[in-house]
């Protein structure tokens, strides 16, 4: 029988991890990791240059230089599988923005070869040589949120066979379980914002153009410690539950 501190431990656990869980799937799918902000740059003077860029993001051979200065030049924002550009509604370059104007919002998704494309020491130069440490941020941030729903999917098989066993043996390999999912979600934001960092650093910002964090990396980052609070509350419950049956088998023998 299960005392009442270790199933309000596990079932706290659970709701932390089903949590974690729905954030960090939201995270991955959502293309709000990080956003830029240009001033305003439509009308007759740039209608020809933006028109190119939007044509060589949507329909163009895919180059991080091409998508980079696109996403610098139309308010784009990055995700993990989405890149998108704020267009004028029929694409008309020539109408002077305005307040009341309304903005479409238009996405590309990355393809899974292009998730595995390498990154140059100058962005859109292939004679530059593959810069590895960019390279290997770029495809830790797209496997390792995978990583970390596989495990906590894993450990959610392995409770369901426990509760059917109706046995706590494995909820210390669960609590382990989730927390490298923790380790896995941390990494990930880790990454993609060190990424980030070292693409500004080789392609810089125009004038007038900021980067700020959107809101699907804080909630990544908000999935870390959820998974981490799970796991603690189930080695916790499974030491504890350890201790408490052999204190009573020996108090049993004696």
């Known amino acids: 029988m299960v005392d009442n501190r270790y199933a309000t431990a596990l079932v706290i656990a659970c709701v932390l991890s089903a949590l974690a869980a729905v954030y960090l ?33 949507t329909s163009g051979e895919f180059d991080e230089k091409t998508y980079s200065d696109s996403l610098f030049r139309l308010n784009g924002t990055l995700g993990l599988w ?8 029929d694409r008309n370059w020539n109408r002077e923005s305005d307040q009341k ?16 494309t390498p990154k140059y020491k100058e ?5 530059s040589g593959e810069d590895l440490i960019r390279t290997y941020l770029w495809r830790s941030q ?6 970390s729903l596989g495990l906590v999917v894993l450990g959610g098989l392995v409770s369901f066979c426990a509760c059917i066993c109706r046995s706590l043996s494995p909820t210390l390999g669960i609590g382990l379980l989730h927390l ?31 980067g700020s964090l959107g809101w699907s990396l804080y909630l990544a980052l908000i999935s870390s410690p959820l998974q981490m609070m799970a796991a603690a509350l189930l ?14 088998t020996a108090y049993r023998v004696a």
Request: charged share 15%; aromatic share 12%; glycine share 6%.
């Open 180 to 210: 490298l999912a923790g380790m896995c979600s941390l990494g990930t934001v880790c990454c993609f914002l060190a990424g980030m960092d070292l693409l500004h650093r080789v392609s810089m910002l125009p004038d007038r153009v900021d």
């Open 82 to 89: 989405w890149r998108c550009l704020q267009v004028p509604p």
């Open 25 to 57: 799937s939201v995270a991955v799918g959502t293309q709000h990791w990080y956003q830029y902000s240009s001033p305003p740059v439509y009308g007759e003077p740039n209608a020809s240059e933006l028109r190119s860029l939007h044509e060589e993001f």
């Open 101 to 116: 104007m309304e903005i479409v919002m238009e996405c590309v998704s990355f393809t899974l070869s292009q998730q595995f």
């Open 142 to 147: 797209f496997l390792l949120p995978l990583v």
């Open 123 to 127: 962005p859109g130069n292939h004679n």
């Open 235 to 248: 080695v916790w419950a499974a030491r504890s539950h350890s201790k408490s049956y052999y204190r009573m």
